[in-house]
């Protein structure tokens, strides 16, 4: 039995999981799915925003499908009870290290993109950052210096075996793909960056089909409006991908198109549109549930070994928005159910 866990989470979360598990269930694929709340749905539920048995569902299940959490309802509480914390929990109990971000323009979309027709069209790559290391993890916090000022400070890090691991996926994924890997550091000034690069040059010598390249931080921020076209695969650390990723998604069009992806090493994954619970239209069936489905078509992928079928629901993606199918974030009128609608009618 391959068990899905489902974690709808508060705000457009419940709408658009929905509609992903309607798409997955139509393909047949004798998939179980249960269900359990997470973020503000599980303070509500049981007080807290990773309830023991969600975070028990998430551990025995193969792969989990993840909404969206966070309401400004929320705000008062305590940092650990928020919503957001969920997201944090679920990452380190799972051992989720590598963060898969594809960014493409789907044909239809050129104009949603904030970049030009001929620029923006030709969006094709996958972010991979890690999660577990780099500066948000490494010693911090604030002291006085010897005149008596503030200073505040945070130790950026990587091990060997961090890099290692995270280059492995990188690699592999060039492998699926282009077989173009392009690795992105800031080597010029950081000792970190130059382990990064060092260690990433070794694993190298595993992948002979893949060409790799090296490229500085701030250059890279400046090629992906120039030129995004030129990336297949962009492997980078924690910090640079955190800032890397947001660009390239919102390059590629609108934020209700864009799927992502939470591995650890031994192949499960938690699959999660980039956006958040989008309050604001929460409840009135107008998100788009394209990311979610895209994410449901990269847990198929990466986790449960079958590429035939993500590959059926991209191409379905495809077709309905070549159709014309639109929600409102893509200057459409059609509802979430309506959108999904008209990917399952092309599935
Ligand atoms: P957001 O992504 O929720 O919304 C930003 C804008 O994009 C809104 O105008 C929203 O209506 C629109 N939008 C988002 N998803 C859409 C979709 N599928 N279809 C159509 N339009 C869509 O970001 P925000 O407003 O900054 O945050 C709202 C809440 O979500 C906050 O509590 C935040 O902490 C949380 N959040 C959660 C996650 C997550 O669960 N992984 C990620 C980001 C933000």
Redesign the pocket.
């Known amino acids: 039995m391959t068990l899905i866990a489902v974690l709808p ?1 508060d ?2 979360g419940p709408e ?1 999981t929905a509609e992903a598990v309607r798409v997955l269930t139509a393909l047949d694929l004798g998939l179980t799915f249960e269900e359990a709340p997470v973020g503000g749905a599980g303070y509500d539920a049981d007080g807290h925003p990773l309830p023991s048995a969600t975070l028990d569902l998430a551990r025995r299940a193969d792969a989990v499908l993840f909404g ?4 400004t309802r929320y705000d008062g509480l305590e940092r650990r009870l928020r ?2 914390q969920a ?1 944090l929990g679920l990452r380190a109990a799972l051992g989720l290290f590598a963060n898969l971000r594809p960014a493409r323009l789907f044909k239809g979309l050129e104009d949603a993109s904030t970049l030009k027709r001929e620029v923006a069209e030709r969006i094709d790559m996958v972010i991979i950052r890690e999660l577990n290391g780099d500066v948000y993890f490494g010693e911090k916090g604030i002291r006085p210096t010897a005149d008596g000022r503030r200073q505040g400070y945070d130790v950026m890090a990587y091990a060997e075996d961090e890099v290692r691991r995270i280059a492995h996926v990188g690699f592999r994924t060039a492998q699926g793909r282009k077989g173009r890997l392009c690795s992105v550091d800031k080597a010029n000034v950081l000792e970190t960056s130059q382990l990064w690069r060092d260690v990433v040059i070794e694993v190298a010598a595993e992948y002979p089909d893949v060409a790799l390249s090296h490229m500085y931080v701030d250059n890279a921020a400046m090629q992906l409006v120039r030129d995004p076209g030129q990336f297949d695969v962009i492997l980078t650390g924690n910090l640079f991908g955190d800032i890397l990723s947001d660009q390239a998604s919102m390059c590629a069009g609108s ?2 198109m864009l799927p992502s992806a939470a591995l650890n090493d031994g192949g499960k994954g938690l699959y ?2 980039i ?7 929460a409840g009135q069936g ?3 549930p394209c ?1 979610t489905i895209l994410s449901a078509a990269m847990m198929l992928r990466h986790s449960l070994n079958r590429p035939e079928a993500a590959d059926r629901i991209e191409a379905a993606v495809a077709t309905a928005i070549a159709g014309g199918a639109r ?3 893509l200057g459409g009128t059609l509802s979430t159910r309506a959108m999904a609608d008209a990917v399952l009618a092309a599935l």
């Open positions: 989470g705000g457009i658009v969206a959490v966070g309401d919503p957001e997201i934020i209700g999660e549109p956006h958040g619970s989008a309050p604001d239209i107008r998100a788009n990311a929600t409102a974030d």
